[in-house]
């Protein structure tokens, strides 16, 4: 019988914060819901030794993060070799933090750092499920209601894995720190939340086609 993974990620040099370090989570249930919430991360690697950061797609499976390329990119070709050292991040911002010093002032954040070897997927049927997850992550139930790639465009596309071993969230929530000699002066303080939604879908204008809108998009605005 499989054992249970552990409840949380050990903190490591690389993934323990040097400022705020009571911010930092590094249970499962945290990182997992920081990940699940967002489809876009940030995908750091060195190249020819420059550093490079690239937004692209993702999706969760399990402990595993399955991340969307171009085979045209010299990097993730070499993931399919010894695999690629990387960094990835996935931030959500909650609110704008305004104190009555301009030093204070911050953000409500839930971020998510992995660090690790990413390694391109050559396995077929990996390969296709990855990519289904990724379509669904962002927008549930598409996957099925969609084209399949062709050889072509499978070609053109790299999928690559990272799994979540070294692993931090980060997070703040609540109002703005204040000096005490600041507290008299007369400037407002407060946050201002910041929240993602979907609004109303806007059908393509293909002649003769007048399709209903599928039922797993929202017909009107929508927070996610």
């Not at 993931?79 to 050292?85: P, S």
């Not at 390969?127 to 465009?153: C, M, Q, T, Y």
């Not at 003769?208 to 039922?215: A, I």
Request: hydrophobic fraction near 35%; charged fraction near 25%; aromatic fraction near 6%.
């Amino acid at each position: 019988m499989a054992t249970a993974p552990p409840a949380g990620y050990t903190p490591t040099d690389l993934s323990t914060p040097t400022r705020s370090r009571e911010r930092a989570a590094y249970d499962r249930e945290t990182v997992h819901a920081i990940l699940d919430e967002g489809y876009v991360c940030h995908l750091g690697f060195v190249r020819d030794g420059a550093p490079v950061v690239l937004p692209t797609l993702y999706a969760r499976s399990g402990e595993r993060l399955y991340v969307h390329g171009s085979t045209g990119s010299r990097p993730l070709r070499g993931a399919a070799d010894d695999g690629l050292a990387v960094c990835l991040t996935v931030t959500h911002v909650d609110g704008l933090v305004l104190a009555k010093s301009a030093f204070h002032h911050s953000i409500n954040y839930r971020s998510v750092v992995v660090h690790g070897t990413a390694y391109q997927v050559l396995d077929a049927d990996e390969r296709a499920a990855a990519l289904d997850a990724i379509v669904d992550h962002a927008i549930p139930g598409r996957s099925a209601d969609s084209r399949r790639p062709n050889a072509k465009e499978l070609a053109a596309t790299a999928v690559i894995r990272l799994d979540l071993e070294e692993v931090s969230a980060k997070l703040r929530a609540g109002g703005p720190n204040e000096e005490p000699e600041d507290l008299e002066l007369p400037h407002w303080s407060g946050v201002v939340p910041v929240v993602t939604s979907y609004g109303t879908p806007e059908r393509a204008e293909i002649p003769g086609q007048d399709l209903p809108l599928p039922g797993y998009l929202p017909p009107a605005p929508r927070r996610r």
